[in-house]
């Protein structure tokens, strides 16, 4: 877990090199965008209604510059009370209007229409009236004066009355009017405005009002349709790209942004006098109908459209066939998963980015685990090395070198707590007569007999080793030279009445022990070779027995000769 949230120098510079990739990206598609103000393409816009928070994105597009990215110069026209959106784009005035989804019965009756996206997922068109009126429900406005647009202008509240059983000729039609004054004087019992606005001003002078939805009566239609014509279409189908594109981006800008974007408006667009409140509530109320986090701005559905226009041919305003695939505007990505690959792009990027950084985490983790088992095994190898350097092969007999390391530790502590120390020097006798006689396997065995004997006769602390050959010592730290003598004595005994098995074959041994005790001071050296005189006596002597190493005694000093 030590390696979690820290970067190591490796992960560090993957990072690094991602990041700058990404960047130059990024950098190199900003660049790309950049257009040349001469070249830019003009187009004119026809808006749906007077400037307020409603054609945010257009505002947005023009002041980040999208437009001018995508190579256009736009023009931004308020709804002008001669001309309505429709008949201004298909005269040729402007290349895009705002419209709402009547322009489906416009299409149906051969006008050249292209939607080209839907602003609003749900329309905010809504009935409003007073709560504390006679009004409680759709039904009561039978025989009432209800503000209402005729034609397709409505259609969706008219839908609505009639799925609440209502015929239009059952409320008294009143034309429509900008002013709420009708509404809240009494004069009509009904009013045809937008869930985005009118809640506003209600509010604002505490007036209780209620708002029926055509969305909670089955009507569900689109709000604001961006339009063209199929000549634009067929003849600058880049610029109708690109400004839908850039639309988008402008919405997307004006959705995350909306203070900034209603900054804007109270700086240049202004023309209805709302206040930074209103057009703050305008911004919220919209983005809960344009619904940015479930689809991409401006996203169509060919069912929805299905839906319009079932409801159009219900109240008898469309009559003639529609083929919505020349109405729905369609360029690649043309799928929702498209879509919303390309809305959330971003998202994606810093998904892979995450996915690529954690892999990096979890790849340095594996290292990290890696080396530390690598470490250990190596750990492991030296110290079964160190191990097998100290250890006889044939008998698992500490070797000679391990025993040394010993004597020098114990000849220490023999000093340092005045504790008697001795060294038994053990040589097999006539060794060399077992090979010969029953073969060098047998010896071995008879070897690792005499080892085994050996090993489980010596106190804990103590050390039998093997020296080399056949023969054999054994360290006794706190043994004087007495119990020295009487290990010796009885390992001989031992070792003389135990006889050596080898397969069928069993022969006997005996051997020959020379003693020697550490005087204080003197070198290991020393006491090796006073043991190993004090052996060659033992064998000198007649082999098999015990011999301890004196002063004084007559011992020779040259080297040993096996003799049988
Ligand atoms: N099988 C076997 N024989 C060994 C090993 N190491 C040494 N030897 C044999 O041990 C014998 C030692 O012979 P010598 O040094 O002449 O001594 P000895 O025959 O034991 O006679 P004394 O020591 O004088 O009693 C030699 O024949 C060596 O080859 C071993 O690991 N295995």
């Not at 970067?7 to 990041?19: C, N, Q």
């Not at 489906?104 to 068109?125: C, D, E, K, T």
């Amino acid at each position: 877990m030590e390696s979690m949230g820290v970067f190591s120098g490796g992960d560090f510079r993957a990072w690094t090199t991602l990041l700058v990739l990404v960047s130059l990206l990024l950098g190199v598609s900003g660049i790309a965008a950049a257009k040349d103000e001469s070249a830019l393409v003009e187009v004119a816009i026809q808006l749906k209604w007077r400037h307020q928070f409603q054609f945010a994105g257009y505002y947005a597009a023009i002041e980040q510059g999208y437009y001018r990215d995508a190579g256009l110069n736009v023009t931004l026209y308020e709804r002008s009370e001669s001309r309505s959106p429709i008949d201004q784009l298909m005269s040729g005035r402007v290349e895009f209007a705002v419209a709402d989804t009547g322009a489906l019965i416009y299409r149906a009756s051969g006008v050249p229409l292209v939607a080209l996206a839907a602003i609003f997922q749900s329309s905010p068109s809504v009935l409003v009236t007073r709560a504390d009126g006679p009004i409680d429900s759709l039904y009561d406005l039978k025989n009432q004066p209800v503000m209402l647009s005729g034609g397709y202008m409505n259609a969706e509240l008219l839908a609505m009355l009639a799925n609440a059983g209502m015929a239009v000729d059952d409320v008294q039609v009143v034309p429509s009017e900008t002013s709420l004054e009708p509404l809240i004087s009494g004069e009509v019992a009904g009013y045809n405005g937008y869930s985005t606005n009118e809640p506003f001003e209600f509010t604002r002078r505490a007036i209780p009002y209620r708002v029926f939805r055509p969305s909670d009566y089955g009507i569900d239609f689109y709000g604001d349709i961006l339009l063209t014509t199929e000549t634009m279409l067929n003849t600058a189908p880049d610029v109708t790209r690109n400004f839908l594109e850039a639309t988008r981006r402008g919405w997307d800008y004006a959705l995350t942004h909306p203070d900034k974007v209603v900054d804007l408006i109270l700086r240049d667009y202004n023309t209805l006098g709302k206040s930074r409140e209103h057009l703050m509530f305008e911004a919220e109320a919209s983005k809960s109908l344009i619904l940015p986090n479930v689809v991409p701005v401006g996203y169509m559905n060919e069912e929805r459209w299905r839906h319009i226009e079932s409801v159009f041919r219900d109240q008898g305003l469309l009559t003639g066939e529609v083929d919505l695939n020349t109405f729905l505007y369609s360029a690649e990505p043309d799928s929702l998963f498209d879509e919303l690959f390309w809305a959330h792009r971003w998202y994606w990027l810093v998904a892979l980015v995450s996915m690529v950084g954690l892999a990096l985490l979890l790849h340095a983790r594996r290292l990290h685990a890696e080396v530390a088992v690598r470490t250990r095994q190596l750990s492991d190898a030296k110290q079964q090395a160190e191990q097998e350097a100290r250890t006889d092969y044939l008998t698992n007999l500490p070797n000679r070198r391990h025993l040394l390391e010993c004597l020098v530790r114990y000849s220490a502590q023999s000093q340092r707590h005045d504790l008697p120390l001795s060294l038994i020097m053990i040589d097999v006798d006539y060794f060399k007569r077992v090979n010969d006689e029953y073969g060098h396997a047998a010896g071995d065995e008879a070897l690792r007999q005499v080892s085994a004997l050996l090993a489980e006769s010596v106190r804990t602390g103590d050390m039998a080793a093997r020296m080399g050959g056949e023969e054999f010592a054994i360290v006794c730290l706190n043994n004087d030279a007495q119990e020295a003598v009487a290990l010796a004595q009885r390992l001989c005994q031992d070792i003389a009445s135990t006889p050596v098995t080898f397969g069928s074959t069993e022969f006997s041994l005996t051997v020959s022990m020379g003693i020697a005790v550490y005087e204080h001071g003197e070198a290991v050296s020393s006491l090796l070779q006073k043991a190993d005189l004090a052996l060659y006596q033992a064998k000198a002597g007649g082999r098999n027995r015990v011999q301890t190493w004196h002063a004084d005694g007559d011992l020779p000093s040259g080297p040993r000769t096996a003799s049988p």
